[in-house]
Every structure is written in structure tokens, then in C-alpha cells.
């Protein structure tokens, strides 16, 4: 396994839209095992090929306490989404900014797993927020887009100053967990 870097915000690469993924054969296998490498190595609680310049549509995420339970989504869809609620979101294209953001609170999604078979899961609360989230990687889109130009230009200040900061002390950055 490989671990990938991921790309920040604003990189015009996170802008791209992934194309759909036609076989799930060894490679692609071979892709996800690294999206799980990069995500655990960061510490997040999810991360779309997008954030590393792959761009095919495929996700993995874990939200359990332990990090011992990944689900990845290979061509993800939102069958049906219900309710709606403002939750604060982070993203590890977007290191220490914090927002809150709305999303359907209840979600059917369907996929293809690691083996290429379709499946379909309900989901809600966190889990829920996290692929709606990473969806949104996947078509070009991230949470500070929900939010206002103003806020938008002052977090692109607050993570340039950051990124100086970061390559003049040669420190790693604190994880949180992250998107
Ligand atoms: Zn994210």
C-alpha cells in the first residue's frame, strides 16, 4: 500500500469531476487500499480518490471508533435522502477549518464494493453527513462551497498562512479528524 498526498484546497484538481469506474479489477483494488493507507495515516474519517488526483468515482470512509471498520463505495449513488440538519464538517483537503454545513439527515445509498458486487445501505447521523460529503469530492464540490464568498476568502488567507507557517517551521500539522 502507498500513502498518497492529498491535495489542498484551493487546488483546481479537487475541482475535477471523477468518472464513473467501468471494471473493479486489481489496480482499482490496489487504489482503494491506498485511499485507506492515506485516510487512517491522516487521521480522517473519510477521503474521495478526487483528494488525491485519482479521479474515479470511489470513496472510503470509517466512522467507527476503533478504525477497523472501512466502507468503500465504488460508483456511489443517493437513492433517497430524507430530513435535513446543520452539522459542523471538516475536511483534510481543508486542514483545520471547521463549518457547519446542511445535509439530509437519512440517505440510501447504492455502490459497488471492493469485490465489484452492488450493494445498498441506509444511512444516518454521521456516517450519513460523510457521504453526502465525500459525494460532493467526487463531482468537484467541498463544504466551503455551501458557505458565504466572504468566509470563503478568509479561510483561503487563514490556510495560506498556514501552509508558510508549516514549510517555514518544518512541523506536521495536528490531526483532527477530518473528511
Ligand atoms: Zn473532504
Excluded at 485511499?35 to 467507527?64: C, F, P
Aim: glycine share 6%; net charge neutral.
Amino acid at each position: 500500500m502507498t500513502k498518497l498526498v492529498i491535495l489542498e484546497y484551493p487546488d483546481p484538481r479537487l475541482r475535477q469531476k471523477a468518472e464513473p469506474v467501468r471494471f473493479v479489477d486489481d489496480a482499482l483494488r490496489q487504489s482503494v487500499d491506498d485511499l485507506l493507507e492515506t485516510m487512517y495515516a491522516a487521521n480522517g474519517i473519510g477521503l474521495a480518490a478526487t483528494q488525491v488526483d485519482i479521479h474515479k468515482r470511489m470513496l472510503v470512509i470509517d466512522v467507527s471508533e476503533q478504525r477497523n471498520d472501512p466502507l468503500i463505495l465504488i460508483n456511489p449513488e443517493i437513492l433517497r435522502a430524507e430530513g435535513r440538519e446543520s452539522v459542523e464538517e471538516g475536511c483534510l483537503s481543508l486542514p483545520g477549518i471547521y463549518d457547519k454545513v446542511q445535509r439530509a439527515t437519512k440517505i440510501r445509498v447504492r455502490a459497488l464494493g471492493r469485490d465489484g458486487r452492488p450493494f445498498e445501505i441506509d444511512a444516518e447521523g454521521l456516517l450519513a453527513v460523510c457521504i453526502q460529503h465525500e459525494i460532493d469530492h467526487l463531482e468537484g464540490q467541498l463544504f466551503v462551497d455551501y458557505l458565504s464568498e466572504l468566509k470563503r476568502q478568509l479561510i483561503r488567507k487563514r490556510l495560506q498562512k498556514e501552509r508558510r507557517q508549516r514549510s517555514s517551521m518544518h512541523e506536521t500539522r495536528a490531526s483532527a479528524p477530518a473528511l
